[in-house]
């Protein structure tokens, strides 16, 4: 009997060992309830405390840190605005210093050039008045010698090939000959060496080209020489024919 008993204990002792365990287990979750529904607590005390009256909310402080914001960067503001007014006035400035310094510079071109152009006629001036006076012995030579034998026409016609082809290189330069005669007078082109009394032109008229007058494009490259002419000293007035045929 002793032994049924002991082994009926060892029996009950191994089927109550589940029991409390089931029990523990239990026992365990009303404290995990517990503990959730103090959480819950505590959340909700949170919330009511952000709302308690006369505090303000998490809204009205963000509004409010904005303002404040807002009134500590307008001084900035403004001064970024003054900064950019300066900068503007100062490219200003600058836009306007550089057109006029484009504008020296357009002035100072052209005036150079001009000058340039001056200086190149200057010196073609005066290296064609170096040779007009070989062209004007030329001349001369054409109209006063005639050849009479072959061989003086041979060498005539030689010296006059060269005196053609110096006259073409000087209208390839741009120089052209004056023909004054038979215009009137104009001390800016012709210059008057001789005067001849006359009847059959009228006073000032070019009657013949002594020298030749050349001009260098539009402009004149040397005076031409003439003689121009004059009224006749001899020629009796009206009074004195009219005086004449009353004493006759």
């Given at each position: 009997?002793?032994?049924?008993?002991?082994?009926?204990?060892?029996?009950?002792?191994?089927?109550?060992?589940?029991i409390?365990?089931?029990?523990?287990?239990?026992s365990?979750?009303?404290?995990?309830?517990?503990h959730n529904?103090s959480?819950s607590?505590?959340?909700e005390?949170?919330a009511?405390?952000?709302?308690?009256?006369?505090?303000?909310?998490?809204?009205?402080?963000?509004?409010v840190?904005?303002?404040?914001?807002?009134?500590?960067?307008?001084p900035?503001l403004?001064?970024l605005?003054q900064?950019?007014?300066?900068m503007?006035t100062?490219?200003e400035d600058?836009?306007?210093?550089?057109?006029?310094i484009?504008?020296?510079?357009e002035?100072?071109?052209?005036?150079?050039?001009k000058?340039?152009?001056?200086m190149e006629m200057?010196?073609?001036?005066?290296?064609i008045?170096e040779?007009?006076?070989?062209?004007?012995?030329?001349e001369?030579a054409r109209s006063?010698?005639?050849?009479?034998?072959?061989g003086e026409?041979?060498?005539?016609?030689s010296?006059?090939?060269?005196?053609?082809?110096?006259?073409?290189?000087?209208k390839r330069?741009?120089?052209?000959?004056?023909?004054?005669?038979?215009?009137e007078?104009?001390?800016?082109?012709?210059?008057?060496?001789m005067?001849?009394?006359?009847?059959?032109h009228?006073?000032g008229?070019?009657l013949?080209?002594?020298v030749r007058?050349y001009y260098l494009?539009e402009?004149?490259?040397?005076h031409?020489?003439?003689?121009?002419?004059?009224?006749?000293?001899?020629?009796?007035?009206e009074q004195?024919?009219?005086?004449?045929?009353?004493?006759?």
């Amino acid at each position: 009997m002793i032994e049924e008993n002991k082994q009926v204990n060892n029996t009950n002792q191994q089927l109550g060992q589940p029991i409390e365990v089931k029990q523990a287990m239990k026992s365990d979750s009303p404290t995990e309830n517990n503990h959730n529904e103090s959480g819950s607590d505590v959340t909700e005390q949170m919330a009511t405390q952000n709302n308690i009256p006369g505090e303000p909310t998490l809204a009205e402080e963000n509004n409010v840190a904005a303002a404040e914001k807002i009134e500590v960067d307008t001084p900035a503001l403004a001064e970024l605005a003054q900064q950019l007014e300066s900068m503007k006035t100062q490219l200003e400035d600058r836009s306007n210093q550089y057109m006029r310094i484009a504008a020296d510079f357009e002035n100072y071109r052209k005036r150079t050039s001009k000058e340039k152009e001056d200086m190149e006629m200057q010196m073609k001036r005066n290296t064609i008045m170096e040779l007009l006076p070989v062209v004007d012995n030329f001349e001369r030579a054409r109209s006063h010698l005639k050849p009479q034998s072959e061989g003086e026409m041979t060498i005539h016609k030689s010296y006059q090939g060269v005196y053609k082809q110096l006259v073409d290189c000087l209208k390839r330069l741009g120089v052209s000959p004056m023909r004054p005669e038979g215009e009137e007078f104009d001390p800016n082109l012709h210059e008057a060496v001789m005067r001849e009394p006359t009847n059959e032109h009228p006073e000032g008229t070019v009657l013949e080209e002594l020298v030749r007058g050349y001009y260098l494009g539009e402009r004149v490259l040397r005076h031409a020489m003439v003689k121009v002419a004059a009224p006749r000293e001899d020629t009796p007035t009206e009074q004195e024919d009219e005086s004449n045929q009353e004493n006759s």
